[in-house]
């Protein structure tokens, strides 16, 4: 491959300015930083004008959030009340401002325009995010250098000689720079050098150190710097969290009522989990640190020279030297100048094959087109992109133009695009750091409860009051036993148990080498509804094997049989009487063998060819050999004078024309060899040696594979050869449109279609020959080498499938999980080896779309008619058994409505809805085009099950319009071109041998797809975890308030050693274990509901505190009415304050719960069908065991020593046994009721909860008339029967209803 450079631009005409921010609009204009692309290859930051000057609007698509920034100024006076409220309320003001932030922006701050603010106020959605100080960086210039020059009228006042300053604040580590001329802070992200914008470089002698010193200033240090907290500041920012603060003011409650102990060790433990959560704080801060932070030395180019300096005093625009050995990591994301290198990406994208780098070349757009805020680019960008973080694996030298006049001009150079947190190893930092909001129902449902048992705490806070004071009680003694009463009704360890158990599944995961940047989604896994999955690498062997050859024959104008070894591909190689080299092909000067050997873009690193797997089994077929040299070394490789034809244009190559070198195998390997390499009998078909048929060819040009062409070129020449050759492989279909029909066989069709529907892999060859120098053919642009093309034939490789795909997906459909690939591999290819996976079911039959050539005439009518579009599109059975689906309704019909067995299959397939399509990437950006606002096009999404030659961006909008639908998305693959499709989904998963991944929450080191069963059974073990403790902790907490309001009747409580025993001795190591539950192994078709709200967990929740709250009463009133029952008095008549705890009917309520807390566990304890049974859950049962023993022990067999610890009175044996019968009993019910009675209630209960809103909302009434008249029922059905209608169904569920067949062809 030859070594090209962008336009540079001289160094006498540098520019003096820094650059331009490319988005600054007058102050009247609304202005937008985005991209308009939906693909997933957007910019990240873009803003809007919302009140010119004070507050402006921007979206911030990495984080998945909106942001409103205001700029602010201190306000004295309103300091000063703000600290006299802080006082007078002892500090509660300052505690719920840190909540809430509302004190200190109404009195703290006051509104600034945004040019004169000191700082920012963020907000996102009207809550507070932050509040971030105005920095005043100097800057050594005009402020013209920093923003576009064309305002520089509108603010030349600020445009003096001499140093300068911007305005910049940060916020989750973008910054933001001051744009005077439309008074607004714009996203230093999306800075680019105006020379940038014309393909320009930067010039031959590198920035200036005025430049430099310019955007230092703007872009600060080339570092990804986490500044770790303190102890100090992370205890503080710790004990304020809303938790901890309930806890102290329990603890305080508590030892105004004398529970000393227990407010003690609930403080001691409340402090050691502090202590822990600092410390692991503090261990995760410094390990992301340690993995971000990365500085080295480098040679950089400034003022014409080269010098060494620091990695963190780069800055965008610097000329730095790759080849030097200092930094095996990139310190900064950069664009390949000269030279070229194999990187590791892994940690960035996932995929595990090293990536080779090209330099720009003269015509490149990439400089102008790049997005300079986006970080996931599209291929064609990328294979010039260096990113930071990736690790060097090798570089090549080339001869340099940069810094000629220092010493040493020979090295691979890169310019620095993106420093520090703008990088795409910034965005995966920051991802970790500031992981994305999950918008889930279980966790908005959770604080609503939470809000529920809230309100039944001041409900009887308010009743207990009023009977406490009707007694005589004090109202200090009052208050502070309705305050213990909200301590009681919200417990204060809920929010940490729901979390534990999510926290168990990560670390399994972990464990089973399957890491998450993002714990919350591991609960997003379990409502995974449809799951999509790479081809090639995910469901097949990364590598290939190449089955063989099939050589168009252009004198017979077919293919010619299948050479399956190389010896039979090259016995055909003769020399003509023109004295040109043909083969079985008949194509002058052109050779299979020659373009198996050369048309690749492959890399020796330590000697062994490194790149796409497809290309190194191609290679590895031929047997040649790979020669690479650096651009320095190469005159006595490439030495002219006895190589070349004396007649020959290209006598005197340049010493940099061929980097790259292939080989035939070597004379002595001759035969020895019956299928890899030659049978000496080749040699002799290739007539003299000296002629050269089997000789070394180096490559001129290389254009490597493009997704959205997908083809690969390359230009290249032979030793003795006359001429120059192109060869071109890629997709089939794409090959045929290049090439001059008459070299396309007239079998190519059926040839095709006989490999692809069994399975196999089908690459196309062709090829042409260039009569123009080297120098000609090396600045030849990519659309005129890959045109007028002779075709050459097919390589056939077979796809393996990985030994655990068909297991995998077959569970994964039993589970009735949808399942769908998305590939950019042939359309028939791919549907096989999705039947022979076992992706499609057996029996399902599969239409594979084909987009005629009327699509174009038939799209101008699309605004006279949305469906006239759709006739373009052809739906053919994938195996040709002559049915078709009607283009509009996609039902299938007959092709010959003669034809019985055709007939008769449409008929059946119409009745049983059993069909699939696969779509192809033309057909559906064509539909996505013109027809989204049709059915057709929501019918076609339900009905696909094979997605091929798919883009990468047309693998995110899949996703993206599947998630329209209402699923939620899961995607698996292996590797870059799926980045934006893991980013859109809401389950991404990447087969990587990294630990973190900016592509996806999921990262795997397990080869294959059982990650994905285990992810999502984990997800589902997680959530249903979480609805176990949930409604456990509300279960306790109702049993205690329950038992709290009984005993207040007296003006009794619980004795501190009571509260001791069931809090921490119980709740605690029940829920703990509760939580270690595993998953099943199996997962089944019904999933995990995620609304605490649900019809069957408010069912399962209210029967269950009925019962308990009945049961206790029931034990209440039988206390009181047993004969030697001594009604507990105050021991001083006048003070009602003195009455003791202990007595019978302390004693009888306390044994008695102390089961109920026991069973509660036990009933909530969910096992099958998504987690696995109770008593496999070691811990819990041995828990469970010790605690009902010693339960048993303390009500059968009681101790003295412990009867005094619980304050509990001696009582009659039977009395005893009586409540051992009361206790059996509750659990018989509650366990009865919550597997029989409860879910049979939960409908009616829904029933009658809507039938509440019906008689407090006319409008809901009509609704629901209305849904009913839709549905087609009768006029006279019943409102009751109404009432069970599920209220807004997902759009998918809505659609597989009216779908024949419904879900049955998946």
Not at 932 to 950: E, I, N
Not at 1122 to 1131: D, G, I
Request: charged share 20%; net charge neutral.
């Amino acid at each position: 491959m030859a070594n090209s450079t962008p336009p540079i631009k001289p160094a006498a005409e540098a520019s003096p300015r820094v650059g331009q921010i490319p988005v600054a609009l007058e102050k009247e204009e609304a202005s937008t930083y985005a991209t308009s692309s939906h693909t997933g290859i957007q910019g990240d930051i873009w803003a809007r004008a919302s009140q010119p000057g004070f507050m402006q609007e921007m979206d911030l698509a990495e984080e998945d959030m909106s942001i409103a920034v205001r700029g602010c100024r201190r306000s004295v006076a309103g300091s000063v009340a703000y600290w006299i409220l802080v006082v007078c309320s002892a500090g509660i003001v300052f505690i719920l401002d840190s909540w809430f932030h509302t004190f200190s922006t109404w009195l703290l701050l006051k509104q600034a325009r945004l040019g004169e603010a000191e700082c920012i106020h963020v907000s996102s959605g009207g809550k507070f995010v932050s509040l971030e100080v105005v920095s005043t960086v100097p800057f050594d210039g005009a402020l013209e250098d920093a923003f576009n020059p064309q305002y520089s009228e509108k603010y030349a006042e600020q445009c003096v000689d001499g140093p300068g300053e911007l305005r910049m604040f940060t916020f989750r580590h973008y910054r933001f720079a001051y744009l005077p001329a439309s008074a607004q802070f714009v996203p230093v992200s999306r800075w680019k050098d105006p020379e940038w914008t014309l393909g320009v470089a930067t010039s031959v002698s590198g920035l200036s150190e005025r430049l430099h010193k310019q955007r230092m200033s703007i872009f600060g240090q080339c570092m990804i710097d986490i500044r770790e907290k303190t102890y100090l500041r992370l205890m503080w920012e710790e004990v304020l969290n809303p938790f901890y603060i309930f806890q102290l003011a329990s603890i305080i409650i508590w030892s105004f009522e004398d529970y000393y102990y227990y407010a003690c060790a609930i403080f001691l433990i409340s402090a050691i989990s502090i202590a822990s959560t600092l410390i692991s704080t503090k261990r995760t801060m410094r390990k992301i640190r340690e993995m971000s932070a990365y500085t080295c030395d480098v040679r950089v180019l400034r003022a014409g020279r080269w010098s060494e300096v620091a990695s963190s005093d780069l800055v965008p625009g610097d000329i730095f030297d790759l080849a030097d050995a200092k930094f095996a990591a990139l310190p900064c994301d950069a664009v390949l100048l000269e030279g070229d290198c194999v990187v590791n990406e892994s940690m960035l994208t996932g995929e595990s094959v090293p990536e080779s780098k090209s330099p720009l070349e003269h015509s490149s757009k990439v400089l102008q087109d790049i997005d300079m805020a986006a970080h996931t680019l599209k291929p064609s960008m990328s294979r010039h992109i260096l990113f930071a973080g990736t690790h060097i694996v090798r570089v090549r030298k080339a001869n340099s133009i940069y810094g000629k006049q220092t010493a040493n001009c020979s090295g691979a150079t890169a310019m620095v695009l993106r420093t520090g947190f703008c990088t795409t190893k910034g965005t995966l930092v920051r991802s970790i750091l500031f992981p994305r909001p999950t918008k889930f129902r279980f966790y908005r449902d959770a604080f609503r409860f939470i809000g529920v048992l809230a309100g039944i705490a001041v409900i009887g806070f308010t009743v207990n009051s009023i009977n406490l004071h009707r007694i005589g009680v004090s109202d200090g003694a009052i208050a502070k036993k309705a305050l213990d009463l909200i301590t009681v009704v919200v417990p204060p360890a809920l929010p940490a148990c729901m979390s534990i158990g999510m926290a168990f599944a990560a670390q399994r995961l972990r464990k089973e080498g399957i890491f998450c940047i993002s714990p919350s989604r591991i609960n997003v896994a379990s409502k995974v509804a449809v799951m999509c999955f790479d081809k090639t690498g995910t469901l097949t062997e990364t590598g290939l094997d190449l089955l063989g050859v099939r050589i168009a024959s252009q004198s017979t104008g077919q293919f010619a049989d299948m050479q399956s070894t190389i010896g039979q591909v090259t016995r055909s190689i003769a020399v003509s009487e023109a004295g040109e080299m043909v083969d079985t092909a008949c194509i002058p000067s052109l050779a299979v063998v020659n373009a198996l050997a050369t048309c690749h873009s492959l890399r020796l690193v330590n000697g062994a060819p490194v790149g796409d797997p497809l290309e190194v089994k191609m290679l590895e077929f031929t047997g040649w050999q790979i020669e690479e040299n650096d651009g320095v070394n190469t005159q006595a490789v490439l030495d002219a004078g006895s190589c070349y034809a004396d007649n020959s244009p290209l006598a005197s190559p340049t010493p940099d024309m061929f980097p790259t070198v292939v080989r035939p195998p070597p004379i002595f390997k001759l035969g020895q060899s019956t299928d890899s390499v030659f049978e000496s009998s080749d040699l002799n078909t290739c007539g003299n040696s000296s002629q050269g048929c089997l000789e070394e060819i180096g490559i001129v040009k290389c254009f490597e594979f493009s997704p959205s062409l997908c083809r690969a070129s390359v230009v290249a020449k032979r030793l003795h050869g006359s001429c120059v050759e192109v060869y071109v492989k890629g997709a089939p279909e794409v090959l045929r449109g290049l090439c001059n029909s008459a070299t396309v066989p007239t079998d190519f069709d059926k040839v095709l279609d006989e490999y692809t529907q069994h399975g196999y892999r089908v690459i196309a060859l062709a090829g042409k020959t260039l009569q123009q120098s080297w120098r000609d053919a090396a600045t030849l642009d990519r659309a005129n080498v890959e045109c007028g093309l002779s075709f050459m034939g097919f390589l056939v490789f077979e796809n393996r499938l990985k030994p655990a795909t068909q297991p995998v997906l077959e569970e994964l459909r039993e589970a009735q999980i949808r399942l769908i690939m998305c590939t950019g591999d042939n359309p028939l290819t791919a549907v096989s080896v999705a039947r022979e996976c076992s992706l499609v079911a057996p029996g399902v039959q599969v239409f594979v779309s084909r987009l005629s050539g009327a699509g174009d005439i038939l799209a101008k009518d699309y605004e006279l008619n949305a469906h006239a579009p759709l006739a373009a599109v052809n739906w053919v059975h994938y195996a040709g058994l002559g049915v078709v689906l009607d283009p509009v309704s996609l039902k299938p019909s007959a092709v010959d409505s003669s034809d019985p067995a055709a007939v008769e299959l449409a008929a059946e397939l119409a009745r049983s809805g059993r069909y699939c399509v696969a779509i192809t990437g033309d057909v559906f950006g064509y539909l996505s085009q013109y027809t989204r606002s049709t059915d057709t096009w929501k019918h076609m999404l339900m009905r696909a099950a094979v997605y091929a030659r798919m883009s990468p961006e047309q693998k995110a909008e899949m996703i993206e319009q599947m998630q329209e639908l209402g699923y939620i998305t899961g995607f698996c693959g292996d590797g870059a071109n799926d980045c934006g499709a893991l980013k859109s989904a809401d389950v991404g998963l990447s087969l990587s041998e990294a630990e973190a991944s900016v592509a996806a929450p999921f990262t795997s080191r397990i080869d294959n797809i059982t990650c994905v069963t285990r992810l999502l059974k984990e997800g589902r073990c997680s959530i249903a975890t979480s609805f176990g403790c949930f409604k456990y902790m509300a279960l306790y907490s109702m049993i205690q308030f329950t038992t709290c309001c009984l005993l207040y009747v007296y003006n009794v409580n619980l004795t501190d050693g009571e509260y001791l025993y069931v809090d921490l001795f119980t709740i605690l190591p029940v829920a703990i274990c509760m939580d270690r539950a595993r998953p099943f192994k199996r997962l089944v078709p019904k999933r995990p509901s995620a609304s605490l709200t649900s019809k069957k967990v408010l069912a399962s929740l209210l029967g269950n505190v009925a019962l308990v709250i009945g049961f206790q009463i029931a034990m209440f009133f039988m206390t009181e009415s047993q004969p030697w029952y001594q009604k507990q008095v105050p021991a001083d008549p006048n003070d009602p304050d003195s009455t003791p705890k202990e007595g019978d009917l302390n004693t009888a309520m306390f044994l008695f719960t102390s089961f109920q807390y026991l069973f509660a566990g036990a009933i909530f304890n969910i096992g099958p069908p998504y987690r696995q049974p109770a008593y496999r859950n070691y811990s819990y049962v041995a828990v469970v065991a010790v605690i009902l023993i010693f339960d048993l022990w303390v009500l059968l067999a009681p101790v003295h020593g412990f009867s005094s610890l619980f304050g509990i009175v001696h009582t009659k044996v039977s009395w005893r046994f009586t409540i051992l019968g009361m206790a059996t009993a509750n659990f018989a019910l509650c366990y009865l009721g919550e597997w029989l009675l409860f879910p049979r209630l939960a409908i009616p209960l829904a029933k009658v909860f809507r039938l509440i809103k019906l008689a407090c909302s006319g409008k809901l009434y009509k609704r629901y008339e209305l849904a009913a008249g839709e549905a087609g029922h009768a006029e006279h059905s019943s409102l009751w029967a109404r009432l069970g209608q599920r209220q807004n169904r997902k759009e998918y569920k809505l659609l597989l209803s009216g779908m024949v067949g419904g879900s049955s062809w998946y």
